[in-house]
């Protein structure tokens, strides 16, 4: 028995080495080759697996369901005590499959009883498989044990098949990223593999065919059976096909689906549009169905390229995976007419094996009429406009165009005019959005504030610079009486604007700017007088609203040698609160001598119920400039502000206007009650240089500045500002602010302030030899105590932070003052020029000293910490600051031709500094920082500082 066993055993080793050894290949060939030797021996065949059939291997244990055999090979046994160990394999035919798929298990134990042991009754596919179930399917199984066969001693009892169908691109092709065929997931145990029938998981795709539409499968299943089939009726070209017999149709059934329309169909919201579909049919022949959906997107959610549109019906015809018809219907927005809608319908076709070809149409079998408001008119569309949709593939959108033809009425109240005809408007999506057209010249029932009117040209344009549609007309209108005399014919401009708005998903938007009518050009001659210039009604201005308004030259003849130019409006503010207001502005051209002065222009108005917006600088460069006709109005509404009065000059000395030359500008306001306001002068003064020489940097002698005085007569306020400023030679310059106020509580005079100082400077060439600033201020506002240079801050035992009483300046009478003086004399001595440098020898002397004094009256109340008592003369206190820096360095230094480059040495650098800071008088405290550095050849030999302080602290406490 003991032998027995041995040997076995030993044969069981070598069969299964030998296995091993085997390659995939050469595995499935043996499963093959043993399923067809067991079939072809009956000797070999036994209902169930017992102990006695095992030693007679190899065997099979067969078994019949419906029409399929099924067969379990066992071979390779070997015997032990408490039972044996087998391999077993199977052979199963795939229907519809090129080949058979093979399946394996090694040590499977059989005991005596006949029981198999758990895992050990599956049969594994042996390896990864591909199926060709015809030309576009393929069936992929891994042979990593997901798929295997079940039995028991009575032989085969189920299959579990998971694995992947696979779609040739041919057929479909994936949506999914980085895939490279579309894929049907399956995971189904079945008893007969001829009664194949499955629920599968497909991957997102698309149609070939029918590009852009993303099906994405939610329920569908796998017929490969011939006894059972879905529970719906087949496409009418399979069952022709079939013979009536609709079992035997096998292929791929999705029941519910969602398609993503392409992208051009998005909604304005973002995302694609996305519809439910039923029933599709994939078979050798290709995917078979209708799709057909409606409300797919609802009205205006559609972006035609900036249009609205939406798409209330859809149907695809697809049969054998071609796209043999389909349909849509819905409205589209044509955005430059306001968004009015009209309905549409298309035609969907391939247009060769990847792309789909939509052909759009509307027709009007009447007249329809439109309101327009953006253009202030009403349109009547004729039955002959076009709607034309193009696809635009490269960047997947619909581009609409429109050619309109029909007649139009435009009517805001001023200008009227009806029933003007044109044909061929072309109206798009990009720039000018809007063109073209033919447009009747006459028609009846036009006018112009109420006056009969001719058109003389019609135009439709689109601004790139202010975004807006225009529709202008050009019209002629008679002034005056015909009869008489002086009667005269204009002509002027009427245009409808409105503003457009082109921005991605917001669409194409059209909205009502204004009805512009142009200014009216006068040119009359007469024997009396001569009139040029412009009237116009001034509509929708941004301040004013609607006014009258006008800039006329006017000249009496053989009265006025130049005319004088006026600018006048007037009108009311809207509103049940509204108010009237006027205005007149004008600027007259004079030669009037006053002495040795000579005013030569005048400039001036008068004004009710509005307010000035221009700046005193403005108003001087009024004077001195020219009237812009065109210029905005330099006024604004205001209740408050009743009379006005301003005039202005522009004058010169008689004999030469480099003597002196200036603008001046004075104005009077008065309350809406009629009392006094406000009383405004400034202006400006130049003397040593001519009018057209005042801003001319070249001139190099000159003196100018300029003065601003205001008195507010409703708060009691008179403040004056004189600036001066003196150049000469480009060497000398000199400059003074002197700033004058006074009101019921606060008054000061400011000499310049320390933050701008008066300043006199001398120059040598680019060098700055000397410069010394100054200022002085005192009255109630001062400003704070100036702060020291910044290299004050080196001495020792000096805090940049020290605190001199800076914050009391503005809490009561007061005086400040300061100096400061720089001292450059630094010169450049040559000793020796060579062949490639110079030697220089170089003395620099630098100087920086001034003072800082401020004088402060403090309150009756306020006392000396220290002593407990008042302090100063009559409570006022100075507080003082004075510095001193002087630098005095020489040396040699190398300057060499090619570059410039520069090599210096100083033989002695000697740097003093010295600050004294106090308060005084009673008490009085000084303190002195001093400190001094001596540098020879750049060692440092000797650094000095010494610093003092007299008298006593005083702490001002209230």
């Not at 306001?338 to 509307?362: H, Q």
């Not at 600088?617 to 210029?631: E, F, H, R, T, Y």
């Not at 008065?670 to 006094?676: D, Q, S, T, V, Y």
């Not at 100036?786 to 009478?813: E, M």
């Amino acid at each position: 028995m003991l032998g027995k066993r041995l040997t076995l055993a030993i044969t069981t080793w070598v069969l299964f080495s030998a296995l091993f050894c085997f390659s995939q290949t050469d595995l499935e060939n043996k499963i093959f080759e043993m399923n067809e030797r067991i079939q072809n021996d009956p000797r070999l065949q036994v209902g169930s697996i017992n102990t006695d059939s095992l030693p007679s291997l190899p065997i099979g244990i067969v078994k019949k369901i419906g029409e399929t055999v099924y067969v379990i090979a066992i071979d390779d046994a070997v015997f032990e005590t408490d039972g044996a160990h087998f391999s077993a394999y199977m052979a199963l035919d795939f229907p519809g499959a090129d080949r058979k798929l093979a399946f394996a298990a090694e040590n499977v134990h059989f005991n005596p009883s006949g029981v198999l042991a758990g895992e050990g009754a599956k049969l594994s596919l042996v390896s990864d498989v591909t199926l060709h179930l015809g030309p576009k399917v393929d069936l992929f199984l891994r042979g990593d044990g997901s798929s295997y066969v079940e039995f028991d001693c009575n032989g085969y009892k189920r299959t579990r098949l998971k694995g992947e169908f696979r779609f040739n691109g041919d057929l479909l092709q994936p949506t999914t990223p980085g895939a490279t065929y579309v894929t049907a997931l399956v995971d189904v145990y079945v008893q007969d593999i001829k009664n194949l029938y499955a629920s599968v998981s497909f991957s997102p795709f698309e149609i070939r065919g029918l590009k852009d539409y993303e099906f994405t499968v939610s329920d569908a299943s796998v017929d490969l059976s011939d006894f059972q089939n879905p529970n719906v009726s087949l496409p009418v070209s399979f069952q022709a096909a079939l013979g009536g017999n609709q079992d035997l149709w096998r292929g791929f059934y999705l029941k519910t689906l969602s398609v993503k329309m392409p992208e051009k169909f998005n909604s304005k919201t973002g995302g694609r549009t996305e519809m439910g579909v039923n029933n599709l049919f994939i078979d050798d022949s290709g995917i078979t169905g209708d799709v057909f959906a409606t409300n797919v997107l609802n009205t205006n959610k559609g972006n035609m390229s900036g249009w609205g549109f939406s798409v209330s019906r859809v149907e695809l015809n697809v049969l054998s995976n071609a796209l043999i018809g389909g349909s849509l219907e819905g409205q589209v927005t044509i955005a430059p007419l306001d968004d009015n809608s009209l309905n549409y319908t298309a035609t969907v076709a391939a247009d060769g094996p990847d792309d789909v070809d939509y052909t759009f149409s509307v027709g009007l079998s009447s007249n329809k009429t439109i309101s327009v408001p953006s253009l202030k008119s009403s349109i009547t569309i004729y039955p002959t406009t076009v709607l034309t949709v193009t696809d635009n593939n490269a960047q997947d959108k619909f581009v609409p165009s429109m050619v309109l033809n029909g007649k139009i009425t435009v009517d805001d109240g001023t200008a009227k005019i009806a029933n003007l005809d044109f044909t061929n408007v072309s109206v798009g999506i990009s720039k000018p959005f809007i063109s073209g057209g033919t447009f009747a010249l006459t028609t009846s029932g036009a006018s112009l504030v109420n006056l009969p009117i001719s058109i003389n040209n019609v135009t439709l344009t689109f601004s790139s610079t202010t975004q807006r549609i225009a529709l202008g007309f050009q019209v002629g209108i008679t002034l005056g009486d015909a009869s008489s005399s002086v009667s005269f014919s204009a002509t002027t401009g009427v245009v409808v604007e409105a503003n457009t708005n082109f921005a991605g998903n917001d669409g194409f938007h059209i909205k009502f700017h204004t009805v512009r009518i142009s200014d009216i050009y006068l040119n009359v001659s007469t024997t009396p007088f001569y009139l040029e210039g412009y009237i116009a009604i001034r509509r929708d201005d941004p301040v004013f609203g609607n006014l009258f308004f006008g800039s006329i030259n006017f000249k009496l003849n053989n009265i006025m040698n130049q005319p004088i130019i006026l600018r006048a409006g007037f009108g009311k503010t809207s509103g049940s609160s509204g108010y009237k207001y006027w205005f007149v502005d004008g600027q007259v051209p004079v030669n009037i001598p006053l002495g040795q002065i000579a005013l030569n222009k005048l400039i001036g108005g008068a004004s009710y119920h509005v307010q000035s917006t221009l700046s005193n600088s403005s108003m001087i460069s009024k004077v001195s400039g020219q009237l812009d006709p065109n210029a905005a109005i330099p006024f604004t509404p205001n209740s408050a502000y009743g009379l006005a009065f301003k005039a202005g000059v522009g004058f010169r000395h008689s004999t030469s206007e480099e003597i002196v030359n200036g603008d001046a500008v004075f104005q009077v306001s008065f309350n809406a009650g009629g009392g006094l306001a406000q009383i405004d002068f400034l202006g400006n003064c130049f003397m040593l240089v001519k009018t057209t020489d005042r801003y001319n940097q070249s001139i190099q002698n000159k003196i100018f500045g300029t003065i601003s005085a205001q008195y507010n007569n409703n708060t009691k306020t008179f403040h004056t500002n004189i600036s001066a400023t003196a150049q000469f030679g480009g060497a000398i310059e000199g400059s003074l602010s002197v700033t004058f106020h006074i009101e019921p509580s606060v008054w000061y005079i400011w000499f310049n302030r320390p933050s701008s100082r008066a300043t006199l400077s001398v120059k040598s060439g680019s060098t700055t030899l000397f410069t010394a600033s100054s200022y002085l201020q005192f009255g109630t506002q001062i400003d704070n105590f100036p702060s020291l240079p910044s290299w004050a801050y080196s001495i020792s035992g000096v805090s940049q932070t020290r605190n001199l009483d800076a914050t009391k300046a503005s809490t009561g009478n007061g005086l400040l003052t300061g100096m400061r003086v720089n001292v450059d004399l630094g010169r450049n001595y040559l000793v020796h020029s060579g062949s490639k440098s110079d030697y220089y020898v170089f003395l620099d002397i630098f100087l920086d000293f001034g003072f800082d004094l401020m004088v402060i009256k403090y309150p009756s109340h306020a006392v000396c910490t220290q002593t407990n008592s008042g302090f100063g003369m009559n409570q006022r206190y100075c507080t003082g600051q004075m510095y001193f820096k002087g630098d005095v360095a020489a040396g040699g230094k190398r300057i060499k031709r090619s570059n410039n480059n520069t090599t210096s040495l100083k033989l002695f650098d000697i740097q003093l500094l010295a600050l004294l800071q106090g308060k005084f008088p009673k008490p009085t405290f000084v303190e002195g920082n001093f400190s001094a550095k001596v540098k020879f050849l750049g060692i440092n030999i000797g650094t000095y500082n010494f610093k003092f302080n007299l008298g006593t602290q005083c702490t001002i406490s209230y």
